[in-house]
């Protein structure tokens, strides 16, 4: 079964950091660029950032709300993802969710989403 | 930065077609993606660059995008359909959603 599963959430105090984790499973991860998503308390989703697969140097976006204090990695060897979370603001409480960016004519499609990890700002 | 817009509540009786819209300047010329989130789950991909199913997804979820709207259609809408819909679409290389449409089967 392909899936995704996040890990590393928990409570933090403003101005620290965590770090998230992101695991796949039925897939071939280094395949694949992935991608960050977040949703706050009854709110609706927001993107965080993204990573794109070797072929494509592993480059990595973010947005605007993150940039500087969030960084994305991958280790292929490991079939891991991170999501490196510094300077924690209360304004990132969400549940981060890891994603499978597939590509089809040079777009990508978020087709495969992990459960989630809840991170706490307070 | 772009803007994807949905209104946020959309409500339909069972049986009946289901639109949502999502609506930015110029959408046609992106492709858009739809996820459904029920509550207490992750969203599940329904419709990919505009108007295709993932497999699994039933045939009565279709998409369509041009001008400055995409639309989500959801026909003989079933209960089990009621859920908060988002749209997706890239911007030069950044990942936008629309604020999410909760739709109602009553």
């Known amino acids: 079964e392909v899936q995704l599963v996040e890990s590393g959430g928990g409570l933090v105090q403003p101005g620290r950091s965590l770090r998230l984790s992101c695991t796949p499973s039925?897939?071939?991860?280094?395949?694949?660029?992935l991608s960050w998503v977040r949703q706050a308390p009854g709110k609706g989703l927001e993107w965080v950032g993204f990573?794109?697969?070797?072929?494509?140097?592993?480059?990595?976006e973010y947005a605007a709300s993150v940039k500087g204090r969030f960084i994305i990695s991958r280790d292929d060897s490991k079939s891991i993802a991170y999501l490196q979370m510094d300077s924690l603001k209360t304004e990132d409480t969400a549940v981060y969710y890891c994603?499978?960016?597939?590509?089809?004519?040079?777009?990508?499609?978020?087709?495969?989403w992990g459960k989630g990890t809840t991170v706490t700002v307070s | 930065s772009y803007d994807l817009t949905h209104p946020p509540s959309v409500s339909v009786s069972p049986g009946q077609t289901a639109s949502i819209t999502c609506s930015g300047d110029?959408?046609?010329?992106?492709?858009v993606s739809w996820f459904q989130q029920k509550p207490g789950q992750s969203p599940l991909l329904v419709i990919y660059?505009?108007?295709k199913r993932p497999s699994g997804i039933p045939e009565r979820f279709s998409g369509s995008n041009s001008g400055n709207t995409a639309t989500l259609t959801i026909s003989e809408t079933q209960a089990l359909d009621e859920a908060d819909y988002y749209c997706?679409?890239?911007?030069?290389?950044?990942?936008?959603f629309g604020g999410g449409t909760k739709l109602t089967v009553l």
């Open positions: 660059q505009d108007l």
């Open positions: 994603t499978r960016m597939t590509e089809l004519n040079y777009n990508y499609y978020m087709d495969v």
């Open positions: 110029n959408l046609g010329d992106k492709f």
């Open positions: 990573i794109r697969n070797k072929p494509y140097g592993g480059a990595t």
């Open positions: 997706q679409a890239w911007d030069s290389s950044t990942a936008v």
């Open positions: 039925g897939f071939t991860f280094a395949d694949y660029s």
